[in-house]
Structure formats: structure tokens, C-alpha cells
């Protein structure tokens, strides 16, 4: 444990809490923790409880399984961060030129 804190740049303290899920990690912390392990994002974030009830948790969760932060999804989507905000917190639906982009985003989820 000691040797994955160390690598990971996080304590050994907080090594044991995220394995005991006291505490959730961070994404950038889950894809140093991906990159060490040689395990996928997805596997160790286990997203697969989060809510998939509206377009934006789908989306939210989406982007939790692929490691990306918001600005990278808007990148990735060519939007605004304040678009990818909205859309995750279901304040505004996506228009109809950004649907197909979005649900090959969301694939991983089928």
C-alpha cells in the first residue's frame, strides 16, 4: 500500500479509505491509480450504482466510466463547460445537432 501512496501521490491513509469506500477518489487520483494497476477507470471507480434516470445522469455517469473531467467532455463534444454542466444537472437538453455525438458518448452504457 505504501509503494501504490507513493506512486499515486496520495497517503497511505487515503489509499485505505478509498478501499474501504469511506471515501470516494478523485478523477485525476483514478487515473493515476488506473495507470499503476494496469485496471481500467471504470473498474476501479465501480460507477456501474450511480442513477441513470435522466439524460444527464447518463451523461454524468458516461463520463465518470470514461475518466473524464467536464472540460474534456466539452471538448470532446466541441460545447461550452457550462453546456456539459447544465446537461448533467438535467437544467437543459441537449439540441437535436448534439444527440448523436452524445449517444455515441454514451454507449458504454448499453
Known amino acids: 500500500m505504501k509503494e501504490l501512496a507513493q506512486a499515486s501521490g496520495v497517503s497511505v491513509t487515503t489509499i485505505g479509505y478509498i478501499e474501504r469506500n469511506v471515501v470516494t477518489a478523485s478523477l485525476p487520483t483514478l ?3 488506473s495507470q499503476i494497476l494496469k485496471e ?3 473498474f476501479l471507480g465501480c460507477f456501474e450504482t450511480m442513477p441513470e434516470e435522466t439524460l444527464g ?3 454524468t455517469k458516461a463520463r465518470m466510466y ?3 473531467l467536464v472540460k474534456e467532455v466539452a471538448a470532446l463534444l466541441s460545447v461550452d463547460v457550462k ?3 447544465n446537461w448533467e444537472a438535467d437544467k437543459k437538453t ?3 445537432r448534439y444527440i448523436p455525438s452524445i449517444e455515441k458518448f454514451m454507449e458504454i452504457l448499453e
Open 31 to 33: 487515473r493515476k491509480l
Open 40 to 42: 481500467p477507470i471504470h
Open 57 to 59: 445522469q447518463r451523461i
Open 66 to 68: 470514461h475518466g473524464l
Open 83 to 85: 453546456t456539459i454542466n
Open 94 to 96: 441537449p439540441s437535436p
